[in-house]
């Protein structure tokens, strides 16, 4: 089974402190997504990875990096966190050349 | 053209009864139309999927239909059951893009 986990299924964290996301999947895949979730919006992609070191921005960038310095590890940087940041946070990959997006549990990050 | 727009937002349903929700998109570059279950606490998961080559698919009680010419597609739960209960996503790609575009999601809930 592909396990994709993620380093916390909740936090919290202050306005400005800078905040890290991290993923990881045990699958060798190529691709690997961060979006965010939010009710009402549905799911938005804000970073994606093709490879390692590879990186290109998706809906919602703004606010946010990523770092993909090994295969199986993806991670997700708010700079300067704000409270409009407070949401969920999926993290999913994929095989190359594959539709089907295998995803994490997800972290529930509040910003105060 | 990117959007996906779903609908209903929230859907009550009892049980025994089907579940419809609805799915619109605009880019006729779309070829793959997936749609995934998500329950508290987990992340998404992918339920059934469609290419437009077929106009509908049947994968036990859940259903696809899909309309080409009017751009639009949809997801039927028969005989409805709580363990139903879930948070619904449709989604669109094109084979090229290898990302999804997602819609805003629908809550089902399933009155026993």
């Known amino acids: 089974d592909v396990k994709v986990t993620q380093s916390s299924r909740y936090l919290v964290k202050r306005t400005g402190e800078k905040v890290f996301l991290e993923c990881v999947q045990d699958?060798?895949?190529?691709?690997m997504f961060w979006y965010r979730q939010d009710p009402g919006l549905g799911l938005r992609l804000i970073y994606f990875?093709?490879?390692?070191?590879?990186?290109e921005k998706g809906d919602i960038p703004e606010g946010y990096s990523v770092s993909r310095e090994k295969k199986e590890r993806f991670s997700l940087i708010l700079e300067s966190a704000s409270t409009n940041q407070t949401s969920m946070y999926l993290c999913?990959?994929?095989?190359?050349?594959?539709?089907?997006?295998?995803f994490g549990p997800g972290t529930r990050l509040t910003v105060l | 053209q990117q959007q996906v727009k779903q609908s209903p937002q929230s859907l009550i349903v009892q049980k025994g009864g089907i579940s419809i929700i609805n799915c619109a998109y605009e880019?006729?570059?779309?070829?793959?139309f997936p749609w995934y279950q998500q329950f508290p606490g987990k992340g998404p998961a992918l339920l059934i999927a469609?290419?437009?080559?077929?106009s509908e698919k049947k994968e036990g009680r859940f259903t696809i239909s899909f309309n080409k010419s009017a751009k639009q597609f949809s997801l039927h739960i028969m005989d409805s059951q709580p363990g139903d209960s879930a948070t619904y996503f449709c989604?669109?790609?094109?084979?090229?893009?290898?990302?999804?575009?997602f819609g805003q999601g629908t809550r089902l809930t399933i009155n026993p």
């Open positions: 989604a669109a790609t094109d084979q090229g893009a290898q990302k999804l575009v």
């Open positions: 999913a990959s994929t095989p190359r050349r594959h539709n089907e997006q295998f």
């Open positions: 990875s093709y490879d390692v070191k590879m990186k």
């Open positions: 469609i290419r437009p080559d077929v």
């Open positions: 699958m060798d895949h190529e691709n």
């Open positions: 880019n006729t570059a779309f070829d793959y």
